[in-house]
T-cell receptor, first 112, second 111 residues
Framework: GENVEQHPSTLSVQEGDSAVIKCTYS??????FPWYKQELGKRPQLIID?????GEKKDQRIAVTLNKTAKHFSLHITETQPEDSAVYFC???????????FGKGTRLHILP | NAGVTQTPKFRVLKTGQSMTLLCAQD?????MYWYRQDPGMGLRLIHY???????AKGEVPDGYNVSRLKKQNFLLGLESAAPSQTSVYFC??????????FGQGTRLTVV
């Protein structure tokens, strides 16, 4: 079945700098890759997603890139702000079995 | 439009007791999922359903059962709770290959 690896597990960046979180997946049939943000004590919420027929997608300060050949995708947050502090999860959804499998998460700290 | 609602929000069980967690969605989603979240382990898929009357195993199905008798409801059962099942449980629903919406979570403690 699908396996999603996420790195790093913890990331600290200075406010205003950029943050990058990387994920790899194993199932070549995966075709949908969402990213979720979870604040302390809250439910995960979608921040951006990308499909396998697209290489890059951007939404204001957030961008996601996908390399199907290498089976990896990345989240880029630019001009980080204190409210970006949270846990971020990548996920992959396979057309083979319809599961949505998550990575283990990255705790992002924005330092003042 | 409530989205995804989980019942209960908190529960303490004794080892060996049984319980059912209810997930209800009002978005007419075909797909529904149950995850558990443990520190450092991310969100692990327990069971999922691709439509009314269907269920399938996820990554960590042992010790749990599910049912999807109605499209809007997805039930997660623990027949004989164990301390290892202490966790936060999240339900989610979606259309095929679309954004999944999560419930508010259920914090379960087994003592």
């Amino acid at each position: 079945g699908e396996n999603v690896e996420q790195h790093p597990s913890t990331l600290s960046v200075q406010e205003g700098d950029s943050a990058v979180i990387k994920c790899t997946y194993s199932d070549s049939a995966s075709n949908y890759f969402p990213w979720y943000k979870q604040e302390l004590g809250k439910r995960p919420q979608l921040i951006i997603d990308i499909r396998s027929n697209v290489g890059e997608k951007k939404d204001q300060r957030i961008a996601v890139t996908l390399n199907k050949t290498a089976k990896h995708f990345s989240l880029h947050i630019t001009e980080t702000q204190p409210e970006d502090s949270a846990v971020y999860f990548c996920a992959a959804s396979s057309s083979r079995d319809d599961k949505i499998i998550f990575g283990k998460g990255t705790r992002l700290h924005i330092l003042p | 439009n409530a989205g995804v609602t989980q019942t209960p929000k908190f529960r303490v069980l004794k080892t060996g007791q049984s319980m059912t967690l209810l997930c209800a969605q009002d978005m007419n989603h075909e797909y529904m999922y149950w995850y558990r979240q443990d520190p450092g382990m991310g969100l692990r898929l327990i069971h999922y359903s691709v439509g009314e009357g269907t269920t399938a195993k996820g990554e960590v199905p042992d010790g749990y059962n599910v049912s999807r008798l109605k499209k809007q409801n997805f039930l997660l059962g623990l027949e004989s709770a164990a301390p290892s099942q202490t966790s936060v449980y999240f339900c989610a629903s979606s259309f095929y290959n679309q954004q999944a919406f999560f419930g508010q979570g259920t914090r379960l403690t087994v003592v």
